[in-house]
């Protein structure tokens, strides 16, 4: 009989490395790709794989990420499937809020017991595509308590990776959070036979990290929670595990992308562009689920596109946009150049009753207004960017944190609902 499998997806980070994207939401809620947002790579990997048994878990600013679950995602009444938000909350045992993952956790075991044979435990801000059923059969054929989902990683990076030394059978024998000292990384080095035994190309990759994806029997997960109050995953209670649990790794060569930082988002972003990006949202077997939301095609009047993705329910004027996502009911203005730039587009239409009130007030419409400038940019969601805007960061500064404006490893970032006025120059 197979085992039953449910899934815990951890999605209360507060993403503060995403700052000012996570200003009002967390970080799984942070739209990609012009229309869909992080949650729904994991949700969409658990639907593909047949493990639709799902546990989210909330804690930061959770409206956003709560309010797109309950209208994107609904299970027929015919089955036993679901996805079920458990939200942080104070109960007669605990009033405080979770500290960690492996806390979030701890917290609703007695709300999971009893939903799955193993417990598949993902993270809600990474960008990658997997087959599930894969890394269960792994699991079951190594005898393991816990498997970990792993990626061949270059000596250049292991110092901002969590790296677990595999022996020939594929059983984690050792981990090691971020190492820095050189000797360190080189005795976390993997024999190239591990890699080869896995069907994996090493290509000069003789580490392995990990990817935060964890596969655990229900009876171990509840134990090794309820014998410590270890408040994370990766930090301390895998390399506890380590010691006295059979901890394999399963290997994974695809693309994996943890979005983390505004550099990574902007990059894995812009990468999309690309005329064969890495990660592919056009598999019509395996689609990224969303909300559909019935909005029209994009009108384009005249524009000079390259290279770009184009989102529905847009108006583009006559403006020269290259290597740029282009949001949901984004409206461009004539004379515009966007090169390089994310624009989320917007959450509604003005009618033309909205524009001539915001005019009064001199507020420019929701978009980009005419005849602007902007180059290595994110723009979040129903920003308000006025005629003849210049955001270009001529200056070359690398970070300064403002209310309408910020900029983060020189990528300039306008925050949702940000309002610059005409002539504004960055």
């Known amino acids: 009989m197979a085992?039953?499998?449910?899934?815990?997806?951890?999605a209360g980070g507060q993403g503060s490395r995403l700052y000012p994207l996570t200003?009002?939401?967390?970080?799984?809620?942070?739209?990609i790709g012009g229309r869909f947002r992080l949650i729904d790579i994991p949700i969409s990997n658990c639907i593909h794989s047949g493990y639709r048994r799902i546990f989210i878990l909330t804690q930061f600013a959770s409206e956003s990420i709560h309010r797109h679950i309950f209208t994107s995602y609904r299970f027929d009444q015919f089955h036993k499937d679901y996805i079920t938000i458990l939200a942080a909350k104070q109960t007669l045992e605990n009033r405080g809020w979770f500290q960690g993952t492996a806390d979030a956790?701890?917290?609703?075991?007695s709300t999971i017991e009893g939903s799955g044979d193993l417990i598949?435990?993902?993270?809600?801000?990474?960008?990658?595509?997997?087959?599930?059923?894969?890394?269960?059969e792994a699991h079951e054929k190594a005898g393991a308590d816990i498997t970990i989902s792993v990626v061949p990683a270059a000596r250049k990076d292991v110092p901002s990776l969590g790296v677990l030394k595999v022996d020939a059978s594929n059983r984690i024998v050792e981990f090691k959070e971020k190492p820095k000292d050189d000797a360190a990384i080189d005795g976390m080095a993997v024999d190239p036979e591990v890699f080869e035994a896995n069907g994996v190309d090493a290509r000069g990759?003789?580490?392995?990290?990990?990817?935060g994806i964890y596969l655990f029997n229900w009876k171990v997960l509840k134990d090794v929670l309820e014998s410590t109050t270890d408040e994370d995953f990766g930090r301390q209670i895998i390399p506890r595990a380590i010691q006295d649990k059979r901890v394999f790794a399963h290997f994974f060569d695809g693309y994996w992308e943890d979005i983390g930082t505004i550099p990574n988002f902007f990059?894995?972003?812009?990468?999309?562009?690309?005329?064969?990006?890495?990660f592919n949202f056009y598999d019509e077997d395996k689609p990224v689920f969303s909300l559909p939301r019935f909005l029209p095609g994009s009108k384009i009047l005249d524009a000079d596109v390259h290279e770009s993705i184009l989102c529905e329910g847009s108006i583009i004027n006559r403006a020269y946009i290259r290597q740029s996502i282009i949001g949901i009911r984004s409206r461009i203005g004539e004379g515009t150049?966007?090169?390089?730039?994310?624009?989320?587009?917007?959450?509604?239409?003005?009618?033309?009753?909205?524009?001539?009130?915001?005019?009064?007030?001199?507020?420019?419409?929701?978009?980009?207004?005419?005849?602007?400038?902007?180059r290595n940019a994110i723009i979040d969601k129903n920003a308000r960017i006025g005629d003849g805007v210049k955001l270009i960061n001529a200056a070359g500064v690398r970070d300064r944190?403002?209310?309408?404006?910020?900029?983060?490893?020189?990528?300039?970032?306008?925050?949702?609902?940000?309002v610059l006025p005409s002539g504004t120059v960055v």
């Not at 598949?120 to 269960?136: A, C, E, P, Q, T």
């Not at 990059?267 to 890495?278: D, K, V, Y």
């Open 337 to 374: 150049q966007l090169l390089r730039t994310v624009m989320m587009g917007a959450d509604f239409y003005e009618s033309a009753e909205d524009l001539r009130s915001s005019a009064a007030r001199g507020l420019p419409a929701v978009g980009v207004g005419r005849n602007c400038e902007i």
């Open 3 to 10: 085992a039953r499998v449910s899934t815990l997806i951890l």
């Open 23 to 31: 200003k009002i939401r967390s970080k799984p809620a942070v739209p």
């Open 267 to 278: 990059e894995a972003n812009i990468g999309l562009t690309h005329p064969l990006p890495r």
């Open 120 to 136: 598949l435990i993902l993270s809600g801000d990474h960008l990658y595509r997997m087959d599930y059923r894969k890394f269960v």
């Open 105 to 109: 956790v701890r917290h609703n075991l």
């Open 401 to 418: 944190i403002g209310e309408d404006v910020c900029l983060v490893d020189g990528i300039i970032v306008v925050p949702k609902n940000a």
């Open 205 to 211: 990759r003789a580490h392995t990290a990990s990817m």
